[in-house]
Structure formats: structure tokens, C-alpha cells
T-cell receptor
Framework: GAGVSQSPRYKVAKRGQDVALRCDPI?????LFWYQQALGQGPEFLTY????????KSGLPSDRFFAERPEGSVSTLKIQRTQQEDSAVYLC????????????????FGAGTRLSVL | AQKVTQAQTEISVVEKEDVTLDCVYE???????LFWYKQPPSGELVFLIR??????QNEISGRYSWNFQKSTSSFNFTITASQVVDSAVYFC?????????????FGSGTRLSIRP
């Protein structure tokens, strides 16, 4: 597709339920990022993939959060045993370059998945 | 530590007025990149500009202009002759180093409302 696509756009989960959020990056983009955006705040980094390799997961708030990108394209962010504090918009971004390319590549964002945990 | 501060939480102006959004950043790196993104009600973050730490030239793109001053660690954004369609939340952001793998640190955003 032309841009980063995320699904679902909205997800309501009961506390304790597991959820999976999907991200389809721009075709050919090597780098993929996940961010969490709480209401009224800026996005905060969760994790980064270069192709299928997860090179940075320092932003994942707990071991209930897990991300994968098995074929180096589509990525899934999974949250186990959801808690109310997990309610937020989860944004996915992709960029063209991998680690071998010098210079800062622009990250293009999807519209996000709004997760509400009741 | 890296940090981005957008002190203006909300700004409201009448259409056709000029408006400046302030951004102050902190970093220990000598190589870094600064960004501005726009987030309309649809939620998608729209890239507006990227500037590296070695290029202090100001930039103008139509009604938008950016003023980068390393001496004051500021990267301010001005909209000239604002329009209702400019209403959105605007984020200033910072990324350290030269690797494309570096995460972006965002400010808390400024909500801009343009009244007709």
C-alpha cells in the first residue's frame, strides 16, 4: 500500500484479555518502530526492528508486551493479560533505511490502534 | 539525557494570524536530528520537516517556516497566515546519532486551534 497500515483501528479489551495489533509497513521499508501514545502525550518508543531482527526493545514496559516481525514485513505487537494502564494509541512507523545506511531516515507513521482496556 | 520540551500546551488564534510553536531540546550528542510532525484528528502523524544538527539554515516551505538555533537549543515552527486546516496537534521530536535505527523522542505536543 501507499502508507503504513494498522489494524484494527479500535480495540476494546476486558482486563486480563490478550490482544494482538497488526502493522503493515510501507513496502520495501527495512526499519519498523512501535510507539505508545497516552492521551494528551507524545508518542513513546517501544521497540525497533531491522528486517526480522528486533534490535531494540528497551521501551517495552513489561514482559507482557511482545513484538515480532517474522518475515521482515508485517509486524504484530501482542499484549498479554491487558491492564487498564495499557489503554493508549499504539503507533507503528516504518522507514527506508537499515543500520548500514548513514543518515537519518524519515519515519512514516500509521494512524494507530486505539486500545481501551475495561 | 535527551528531552524535548513544548511549553505551549494549547494555542488558539483567528484564521490568517501568524503563529509560532516553540520547541526546546536537550541532548549530549553532537550529531542529532530534529523533526516536526503534525497529528490531525484522524490520528496519523504526518512528517513535516527533518533538520540535522550541522545545518542551522532556516527553512521555508509555503506558509511554514522553521528556525533552528543551536545556541539556544531551539527549533521553532511558524505558520504564516494560518488556516482552519492547520488545526492539529504538532509534535517536535529529536533523534540522536546518525543511525537510521535510532528512536525518536517526542515532545508532549502543542494543540493548535485556528478559529474561522
Amino acid at each position: 500500500g501507499a502508507g503504513v497500515s494498522q489494524s484494527p483501528r479500535y480495540k476494546v479489551a476486558k482486563r486480563g484479555q490478550d490482544v494482538a495489533l497488526r502493522c503493515d509497513p510501507i513496502s520495501g521499508h527495512v526499519s519498523l518502530f512501535w510507539y505508545q501514545q497516552a492521551l494528551g502525550q507524545g508518542p513513546e518508543f517501544l521497540t525497533y526492528f531491522q528486517n526480522e531482527a528486533q534490535l531494540d526493545k528497551s521501551g517495552l514496559p513489561s514482559d507482557r508486551f511482545f513484538a515480532e516481525r517474522p518475515e521482515g514485513s508485517v509486524s504484530t505487537l501482542k499484549i498479554q493479560r491487558t491492564q487498564q494502564e495499557d489503554s493508549a494509541v499504539y503507533l507503528c512507523a516504518s522507514s527506508l533505511g537499515g543500520g548500514a545506511i548513514v543518515g537519518k531516515n524519515i519515519q512514516y507513521f500509521g494512524a494507530g490502534t486505539r486500545l481501551s482496556v475495561l | 539525557a535527551q528531552k524535548v520540551t513544548q511549553a505551549q500546551t494549547e494555542i488558539s488564534v483567528v484564521e490568517k494570524e501568524d503563529v509560532t510553536l516553540d520547541c526546546v531540546y536537550e541532548t549530549r550528542d553532537t550529531t542529532y536530528y530534529l523533526f516536526w510532525y503534525k497529528q490531525p484528528p484522524s490520528g496519523e502523524l504526518v512528517f513535516l520537516i527533518r533538520r540535522n544538527s550541522f545545518d542551522e539554515q532556516n527553512e521555508i516551505s509555503g506558509r511554514y517556516s522553521w528556525n533552528f538555533q543551536k545556541s539556544t537549543s531551539s527549533f521553532n515552527f511558524t505558520i504564516t497566515a494560518s488556516q482552519v486546516v492547520d488545526s492539529a496537534v504538532y509534535f517536535c521530536a529529536l533523534s540522536e546519532g546518525s543511525s537510521s535505527a535510532s528512536k525518536i523522542i517526542f515532545g508532549s505536543g502543542t494543540r493548535l486551534s485556528i478559529r474561522p
